[in-house]
């Protein structure tokens, strides 16, 4: 089922919640809203389950117009971040829930109905709990039986708001994985918010970064977080290290130092360069122009990786640095050394995107 989302707005009195949305979602992806709390997300997410209704544009399912039809009418499974699960009801009653209460003529019979509920609890690998009740669940556990009640209506849209969002970082890492290899089996065209990036990223064919009611970029997740469209999506999609400077000849000017820019990057009297922790390493001796001149101010080891903050030795301005445990080692630098930054990589938008985003 292809969703269109055309010419979208939404308001709340005064505030403009989304401001002219246009999205296509094809059948059997997997989509996710990606952006910071008060973006929007939610609310395009309710307005496609029909929970909420636009101010102005059209949804269209497989290419028919679904604005005005009611939620019941949509086919939509919904997955809330609270599991929404009736505590009374044992998990069998639970997912079975769903089609026991559709009109007569549409209900399955008690043993097909038997038969799809033991079905989906092997899919989401619990067919042991099914006698037990919600209070005697984990939180993975629950959020995959509300899965399993979303799917026993075989909607032709699944919609999930944070749904892991309830959940410490282990089990949500479990579950992204179980829910990417769940949706690969199943290909029920799917929508799910979240403000989590690396959640996005992981799960997603593609993310769409809203912000302040607005899409920034739509993209597979490498060419979201390898190519940002904006200063926005930059900073949202992990962390990163501004310098400030000039463009010049195909060089960054920051400071004295000079780092060739990819080609056809436009001559700036003043600039933001971005790099990502990861791209910018560290050098002992100086290799030329090429390197920022920094002292080492603190050395975090976090898990298989280490952070290092730096501190600029022309403007005390920090560097944050990712580097592996080997480079570490063959570095042995110590807190308070002087020594050389180098950014393997820096981006650079256009003045006017720049600009744009400033004044967002």
Same mark, same amino acid.
């Given at each position: 089922?292809?969703?269109?989302?055309? !010419?979208?707005?939404?308001?709340?009195?005064?505030?403009?919640?989304?401001?002219?949305?246009?999205?296509?979602?094809?059948?059997?992806?997997?989509?996710?809203?990606?952006?910071?709390?008060?973006?929007?997300? =939610?609310?395009?997410?309710?307005?496609?389950?029909?929970?909420?209704?636009?101010d102005?544009?059209?949804?269209?399912?497989?290419?028919?117009?679904?604005?005005?039809?009611?939620?019941?009418?949509?086919? /939509?499974?919904?997955?809330?971040?609270?599991?929404?699960?009736?505590?009374?009801? =044992?998990?069998?009653?639970?997912?079975?829930?769903?089609?026991?209460?559709?009109?007569?003529?549409?209900?399955?019979?008690?043993?097909?109905?038997?038969?799809?509920?033991?079905? $989906?609890?092997?899919?989401?690998q619990?067919?042991w709990?099914?006698?037990?009740?919600?209070?005697? $669940?984990?939180?993975?556990?629950?959020?995959?039986?509300?899965?399993?009640?979303?799917?026993?209506?075989?909607?032709?849209?699944?919609?999930?708001?944070?749904?892991?969002?309830?959940?410490?970082?282990?089990?949500?890492?479990?579950?992204?994985?179980? $829910?990417?290899?769940?949706?690969?089996?199943?290909?029920?065209?799917?929508?799910?918010?979240?403000?989590?990036?690396?959640?996005? $990223?992981?799960?997603?064919?593609?993310?769409?970064?809203? !912000?302040?009611?607005?899409?920034?970029?739509v993209?597979?997740?490498?060419?979201v977080?390898?190519?940002?469209?904006?200063?926005?999506?930059?900073?949202?999609?992990?962390?990163?290290?501004?310098?400030?400077?000039? /463009?010049?000849?195909?060089?960054? !000017?920051?400071?004295?130092?000079?780092?060739?820019?990819?080609?056809g =990057? !436009?001559?700036?009297?003043?600039?933001?360069?971005?790099?990502?922790?990861?791209?910018?390493?560290?050098?002992?001796?100086?290799?030329?122009?090429?390197?920022?001149?920094?002292?080492?101010?603190?050395?975090?080891?976090?898990?298989?990786?280490?952070?290092?903050?730096?501190?600029?030795?022309?403007?005390?301005?920090?560097?944050? /640095?990712?580097?592996?445990r080997? +480079?570490?080692?063959?570095?042995?630098?110590?807190?308070?050394?002087?020594?050389?930054?180098?950014?393997? +990589?820096?981006? /650079?938008?256009?003045?006017?995107?720049?600009?744009?985003?400033?004044?967002?």
């Amino acid at each position: 089922m292809s969703i269109t989302i055309n !010419n979208i707005q939404k308001s709340f009195g005064a505030f403009k919640a989304l401001k002219n949305i246009n999205l296509e979602i094809a059948g059997g992806e997997l989509v996710a809203l990606l952006g910071p709390s008060g973006c929007g997300k =939610t609310t395009l997410l309710r307005i496609i389950a029909g929970l909420e209704a636009p101010d102005a544009g059209q949804i269209l399912f497989h290419g028919e117009d679904a604005t005005d039809r009611h939620v019941r009418e949509r086919q /939509v499974g919904f997955v809330f971040q609270h599991y929404a699960l009736f505590r009374h009801m =044992t998990v069998f009653e639970n997912i079975a829930f769903g089609l026991r209460v559709r009109p007569k003529h549409q209900r399955p019979a008690e043993a097909e109905i038997r038969e799809r509920v033991h079905k $989906l609890l092997n899919l989401v690998q619990l067919d042991w709990l099914a006698d037990r009740y919600p209070p005697q $669940l984990s939180g993975g556990q629950r959020q995959r039986i509300a899965l399993a009640r979303a799917l026993a209506v075989e909607p032709k849209v699944l919609l999930l708001d944070e749904p892991f969002g309830a959940l410490d970082a282990k089990v949500r890492k479990e579950l992204r994985r179980w $829910l990417r290899r769940l949706h690969d089996e199943l290909h029920v065209t799917s929508v799910f918010v979240t403000h989590d990036q690396e959640e996005a $990223l992981e799960v997603a064919d593609r993310v769409v970064v809203l !912000n302040e009611g607005q899409i920034e970029q739509v993209g597979t997740p490498d060419e979201v977080y390898d190519h940002p469209a904006s200063p926005f999506v930059f900073e949202f999609l992990g962390d990163v290290n501004l310098f400030h400077g000039r /463009v010049h000849d195909g060089h960054a !000017n920051i400071g004295d130092a000079q780092v060739l820019l990819p080609e056809g =990057t !436009n001559s700036q009297e003043a600039a933001v360069f971005y790099a990502r922790p990861h791209e910018i390493d560290i050098l002992r001796e100086s290799p030329g122009a090429s390197a920022i001149a920094a002292r080492v101010y603190d050395i975090r080891p976090l898990g298989a990786t280490v952070w290092v903050e730096l501190e600029r030795e022309s403007d005390q301005g920090i560097i944050e /640095v990712e580097l592996s445990r080997d +480079r570490l080692d063959t570095l042995a630098i110590q807190r308070g050394e002087a020594v050389y930054v180098h950014p393997k +990589r820096l981006k /650079v938008f256009d003045e006017a995107i720049s600009k744009a985003a400033v004044g967002h």
